[in-house]
């Protein structure tokens, strides 16, 4: 199976490179961008065949998959259009199955939203078909995802929803390990310090809300002694208002998911 690659920037080299850690053949991916110079650096870094060329990538390719910013999409259709029917990915903000239907009438369309830990093969990719995908391609687009993380379908108008816990999700967390690293910062602790200890209850309190069957809620309340210290915390974290900050944090970013589809 060749993937074409339309764009290989942040979004589409992390999908590369999860690929690629997945054991797909290196021969079987190509990519084109924009730029000359950035096209020789993913050739290098990545050890794919990368051109500046977009209709010779979907010529070549079975699936196209377009990883370029939303404004751009545009400006790559046409030329993915002259290379004859195939089935076509899309990931850029925005881009419905119904816009990417209009623009390629009768194509089978797919539209995703991935994260960037694909790049580790731990990511989220959420689905939306076209009317024109058979049973066959969307097993097929669902499989190369699902070799990077958890797939989801999803109906389109919880697509800006899911664009905001998953997508954009990761800035958050960052966010998240950041600021309670800065405020052992603030107790006497190094950043380094802070920054690892951080970092390992991130991924350690993850990996519990995987493993344990119980709800994130109840595994806190499991840490959250009456009368203990971790109480006294949680106290003041819920008066600050944490769950506040995240649903405006979400609902702004799901405005905006949807201004970008146009609703
Ligand atoms: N970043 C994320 O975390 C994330 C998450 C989910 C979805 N997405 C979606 O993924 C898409 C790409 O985002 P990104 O963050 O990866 O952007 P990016 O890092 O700016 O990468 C964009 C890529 O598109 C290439 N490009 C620009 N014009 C082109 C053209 N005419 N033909 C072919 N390639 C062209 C660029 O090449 P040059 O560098 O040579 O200009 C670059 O490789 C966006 O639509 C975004 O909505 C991103």
Same mark, same amino acid.
Not at 29 to 41: D, K, L, W
Not at 113 to 142: C, D, H, I, W, Y
Not at 187 to 196: F, I, K, P, R
């Given at each position: 199976m060749k993937l074409g690659f339309i764009g290989a920037g942040e979004m589409g080299g992390a999908i590369i490179k999860g690929l690629l850690k997945s054991g797909w053949a290196k021969e079987d &991916?190509?990519?084109?961008?924009?730029?000359?110079?950035?096209?020789? *650096?993913v050739a290098q870094e990545q050890g794919i065949s990368v051109g500046t060329d977009n209709r010779q990538t979907a010529l070549w390719a079975d699936i196209v998959v377009i990883a370029v910013k939303p404004g751009v999409v545009p400006h790559v259709l046409p030329e993915i259009a002259s290379a004859g029917k195939k089935p076509v990915i899309c990931m850029a903000l925005g881009w419905t199955v119904e816009k990417l239907q209009?623009?390629?009438?009768?194509?089978?369309?797919?539209? &995703?939203?991935? /994260?960037?830990?694909?790049?580790? *093969? #731990?990511?989220? !990719?959420?689905?939306?078909?076209?009317?024109?995908?058979?049973?066959?391609? *969307?097993?097929?687009?669902?499989?190369? %995802?699902k070799r990077l993380g958890k797939t989801l379908e999803l109906p389109e108008n919880l697509f800006a929803a899911g664009t905001a816990v998953?997508?954009?999700?990761?800035? %958050?967390?960052?966010? %998240? &390990?950041?600021?309670?690293? +800065?405020?052992?910062?603030? +107790?006497?602790?190094?950043? /380094?310090?802070?920054? #690892?200890l951080s970092l390992q209850t991130v991924v350690g309190a993850a990996k519990m809300?995987?493993? #344990?069957?119980?709800?994130?809620?109840?595994?806190? +309340?499991?840490?959250? !002694?009456p009368g203990g210290c971790t109480a006294a915390g949680m106290e003041v974290l819920q008066t600050t208002g944490l769950e506040t900050a995240l649903e405006k944090t979400i609902a702004a970013t799901v405005a905006k998911a949807q201004e970008f589809a146009g609703k």
């Open positions: &991916i190509r990519a084109s961008v924009h730029s000359p110079e950035f096209a020789q *650096r209009a623009a390629l009438p009768g194509w089978p369309v797919i539209r &995703i939203m991935p /994260n960037t830990p694909l790049a580790l *093969r #731990e990511g989220v !990719t959420l689905f939306a078909f076209g009317k024109q995908v058979s049973a066959e391609v *969307r097993q097929t687009a669902e499989g190369i %995802f998953s997508g954009s999700g990761p800035a %958050f967390v960052y966010a %998240f &390990i950041d600021a309670l690293a +800065q405020a052992g910062v603030g +107790q006497g602790l190094s950043y /380094n310090q802070a920054l #690892e809300v995987e493993e #344990e069957k119980i709800s994130p809620a109840e595994l806190a +309340q499991k840490v959250a !002694t």
